[in-house]
């Protein structure tokens, strides 16, 4: 089905490592991108392609892929680091999809 | 660094059409490998991708939109606008330009304009 789907809500302890994940067909064919959303803010690029980071991302933040899966997982949660995450993907049509989103609580 | 800007009307009457600009700086819409996009986000909800256009006039719209967008480029202004005819309140939403980048099989959109805000109503 050309939908992604993710957990609606996450939390972690400060200082521990969270897994989101991102499940879809279309992510067996192409690589997912995965952005931070911050209350009343644009999103941001945090991870694309096999494991990309952008210019400023700090390297806490790491992406993988097994099957129809994708994951983002931050090592070592900060406290900045609470926010709304979306992954994204094309499908076999050129159609852009977003999972539903996973709010992250930092506790 | 590349930065977009939405512009347009924050209020739009149901069943009018809904225009907005995206003008981009510290960089050239007729750079070629990057595709001009718009995506929007009804409050207190997920992304939704409207479409894209490439800078020689292509374009790729989300099927459960298409019969009512309509994205167009300006090259000599560096600028990129979207029309969506016949708007309801359903389409009330945060509305994003932003620039997507596709290699092979990496697609992500590495830019974003801050976001406007358009409410439908009468």
């Known amino acids: 089905s050309s939908e992604l789907t993710q957990d609606p809500a996450v939390s972690v302890a400060l200082g521990q490592t969270v897994r989101i994940t991102c499940q879809g067909d279309?992510?067996?064919?192409?690589?997912a991108s995965w952005y931070q959303q911050k209350p009343g803010q644009a999103p941001v690029l945090v991870i694309y392609g096999k494991n990309n980071r952008p210019s400023g991302i700090p390297d806490r933040f790491s992406g993988s892929s097994s099957g129809n899966t994708a994951s983002l997982t931050i090592t070592g949660a900060q406290a900045e680091d609470e926010a709304d995450y979306y992954c994204?993907?094309?499908?076999?049509?050129?159609?852009?999809?977003f999972g539903g989103g996973t709010k992250l609580t930092v506790l | 660094q590349v930065q977009l800007q939405e512009s347009g009307p924050g209020l739009v009457k149901p069943s009018q059409t809904l225009s907005l600009t995206c003008t981009v700086s510290?960089?050239?819409?007729?750079?070629?490998?990057?595709?001009w996009s718009w995506i929007r986000q009804h409050p207190g909800k997920g992304l939704e991708w409207i479409g894209y256009i490439y800078y020689s006039g292509s374009t790729y719209y989300n099927p459960s939109l298409k019969s009512r967008v309509t994205i167009s480029v300006d090259t000599s202004k560096n600028q990129f606008s979207l029309k969506l005819s016949s708007v309801t309140a359903a389409d009330t939403a945060v509305y994003y330009c932003?620039?997507?980048?596709?290699?092979?099989?990496?697609?992500?959109?590495?830019?974003w304009g801050q976001g406007t805000l358009v409410t439908v109503s009468s």
């Open positions: 994204n993907s094309r499908d076999s049509s050129g159609n852009h999809l």
């Open positions: 932003a620039r997507r980048r596709w290699l092979q099989f990496e697609d992500y959109f590495d830019y």
């Open positions: 279309s992510l067996r064919s192409y690589y």
């Open positions: 510290g960089g050239s819409i007729s750079s070629g490998g990057y595709y």
